[in-house]
């Protein structure tokens, strides 16, 4: 269960041990760990500026379950598609302890399946996709240790000072699945490029200069978009250094992982461009979150009137993105106590309320 992981040029060695701890028996792996550690850190953010966004976190939770579940399930679906080697059964299919999670898989269905989430539960759909990008840094940065700890996810042979090396990479190197860079001269024996330290190493920086951009975003969108313009060109030179690629078409070469950031980075650098000329000079508007509460009363009030739950008119309140969070709490919440005494009044009385929807 521990690998001694070398980096001859720096003079280092460690003794790394797969198992973080044990409970009952059974083995809970660092993998396991770091993945949870950044999704809860990702959640953890997204919470504390949910509001900043027009998003209410009571509604977000149910999102986030959603998004989390089919997101790792989507990323395990993704690699045993792309898997080059076949499985026993489908137990074997379902277990991850031993890693076998393509990022990729998992930002699809955590989108796809998030973004279905927020029609369920009445939130943003863009504003949402521009917090889960910044989140979506989080995770990845930690949870690429998880790849470490493992001895996985690496590239090709380097000179470079901290190449890295230990058994398990030498041991894969000699094995049959190897992903050849082309141009490249495998030797088992020799340093690798941590390409998963380049990838932590190249989300945190994503998520330091997004989270400085945060309040100076034009539209709502912006944030998802340079997302995916900085992950894929990053994704896209560090996947090109990787031994262990999933193919799209092994005939080849042609790797999964680099088609699609190359995708997401001439569709993300149009789409930006566009948009950005569309919203030139406008100060981003961000609609203030309903609570869960008051939309509770909303649709107690739909059903006392006989009507659909959206002729319930709320008001709009509207603040800049640039303002303070703390700003954006203050008139959040006293935002929501004048939507909670309107639809209070109408379950009331029955009155229709329009007078106070349109004020």
Request: charged share 15%; hydrophobic share 50%; net charge neutral.
């Given at each position: ?9 720096l003079g280092l060695s460690f003794e790394v041990n797969r198992v973080a701890f044990t409970i009952g028996g059974i083995n809970i792996y660092w993998y396991g760990v770091l993945i949870a550690l ?322």
């Open positions: 269960m521990s690998n001694l992981v070398t980096f001859p040029g950044g999704i809860v850190l990702a959640i953890l953010f997204a919470f504390r500026h949910c509001t900043e966004f027009g998003i209410d976190g009571d509604g977000l939770t149910d999102v986030v379950v959603v998004g989390v579940i089919m997101g790792i399930l989507s990323a395990r679906a993704y690699y045993v598609a792309m898997a080059p080697f076949s499985y026993d059964s489908i137990w074997d299919m379902l277990s991850i302890r031993d890693g076998g999670l393509a990022i990729y898989g998992g930002i699809i269905g955590a989108v796809v399946f998030g973004s279905l989430g927020c029609k369920w539960r009445r939130l943003p759909v863009l504003p949402v996709l521009d917090l889960t990008g910044i989140c979506f840094l989080i995770g990845q940065c930690i949870g690429r240790w998880g790849n470490f700890v493992n001895q996985e996810a690496f590239g090709c042979n380097t000179t470079l000072p901290w190449g890295m090396y230990s058994a398990a990479t030498e041991a894969y190197l000699r094995g049959s699945n190897v992903t050849v860079p082309a141009g490249a001269v495998i030797d088992p024996t020799m340093p690798v490029h941590p390409t998963f330290l380049y990838e932590s190493l190249w989300c945190l920086v994503g998520f330091v200069l997004l989270r400085l951009y945060m309040k100076y975003r034009r539209f709502n969108g912006d944030m998802a978009l340079l997302y995916a313009i900085w992950y894929g060109a990053g994704r896209f030179w560090i996947e090109g250094l990787r031994t262990d690629s999933l193919l799209l078409v092994p005939s080849l070469g042609l790797r999964a992982s680099q088609l699609l950031a190359a995708v997401a980075v001439v569709g993300g650098l149009i789409a930006e461009v566009i948009l950005s000329r569309r919203y030139r000079n406008q100060a981003l508007m961000v609609h203030l979150a309903v609570t869960a509460d008051n939309r509770k009363l909303q649709r107690q009030v739909a059903k006392k009137e006989g009507i659909a739950m959206d002729a319930v008119a709320l008001p709009v309140e509207e603040a800049y993105a640039a303002l303070p969070r703390r700003e954006f709490l203050t008139r959040t919440a006293a935002y929501n106590v004048r939507v909670k005494e309107m639809l209070e009044a109408r379950l009331q009385d029955g009155a229709p309320g329009q007078e106070e929807a349109e004020n």
